[in-house]
């Protein structure tokens, strides 16, 4: 049986570029290479597509100097086109990309259109599951509790006072303040007061043009991973961050040694059920398919279930939650990147 041409593609020009180039990693080792050829294309910050040799140049940096250029066409051939080398006809794609660009249904667009296969969240669910301005408005739909929320547009911070005034009348200090489209909480402040929230505007408007500025919620943050598609949707076990920092920012998740994740936390069992219930309801709303990882809060003063995202390609890194509560629930790494490529397969 001939092998099938399987590209991964990591990178990418979001701010969550670096984390993605550890997150293929763990996707290249476990990929079944008796059954696939792979292709490597990184993606640089600036938006070049380069083949890249081998793991060993992802692992030192040096495939951004040293790839060849190479695009996917967006041709229905479905052919990877790399300079000076013969066409590739491509069977499926791995996209290990996180952020804008390549979570946020952009780069899906192209798959669409290439006609090839590809793993995880077609065009409607990453735009609006990266989003989080129509997440939440979908969700609502379903009657799960959410953060309560004022959405902010970049051009209103031309009147500040008027913002600030809005946000104060509808929320109470402290309050998080978001990008409505940035990932791995790039961009996200707290503010405590007004001028902490001026400057949480401002630095989450460098991020995007949309803004979020949410309830604080003080309770445990509880993730659930979701796979599959249609009627045939797997919620795993759910785990806990135990955050070193006063939130799970950027540094929190990937700088800071004490931030650490619990598999199996001890949390009581009707709680439990309903995070895997409401994970799988809303990824399903979301017209989720393949892979998610939805994150959530139980609030310490009640004990409810509070919805707060979903990440429609999570990290793989050794310290990614998604990996890890699979791999509880009795599916490996390997049979996990296994069944998602072969997910690919069965979209509509």
Known sequence: MSKKNLAVIFGGRSSEHEVSC?????????VDTEKYDMYLIGITKEGHWL????????????????GTPSIISPDTKG?????GRDPVKLDCIFPVLH????????????????GIPYVGCGVFASMASMDKFYTKMIVDTLGIRQA???????????????????V?????????????????????????????????????????FKILVEETIVGREIECGVMGHDDDIQASGVGEILSAAEFYDFDAKYNNAESKTVIDPEIDADVREEIRKDAVKIFRILDGFGLARVDFFVEKATNQVVF????????????????????????????????LIEMATERP
């Open 99 to 114: 952020g804008m660009y390549g979570e946020d249904g952009t780069i899906q667009g192209l798959f669409e259109m290439s």
């Open 51 to 66: 083949l890249v040799d081998d793991i060993a140049q992802i692992e030192d940096g040096s495939w951004r100097e040293k």
């Open 22 to 30: 550890i997150s293929v990693r763990t996707i290249i080792r476990a």
């Open 79 to 83: 052919e990877l086109l790399t300079d």
């Open 168 to 208: 104060e009348e509808a929320l109470s200090y402290p309050v998080f303040v978001k990008p409505s489209k940035a990932g791995s909480s790039k961009g996200v402040t707290k503010a405590t007061d007004r001028a902490s929230l001026i400057a949480g505007l401002k630095e989450a408007a460098q991020h995007d």
């Open 308 to 339: 707060n995202e979903i990440n429609t390609l999570p990290g793989f890194t050794s310290i990614s939650m998604y990996p890890m509560l699979f791999d509880a629930a009795g599916i490996p790494i390997r049979e996990q990147v296994e069944r």
């Open 148 to 166: 309560k929320w004022v959405p902010v547009i970049k051009r209103q911070l031309a009147d500040m006072d008027k913002v600030v005034g809005r």
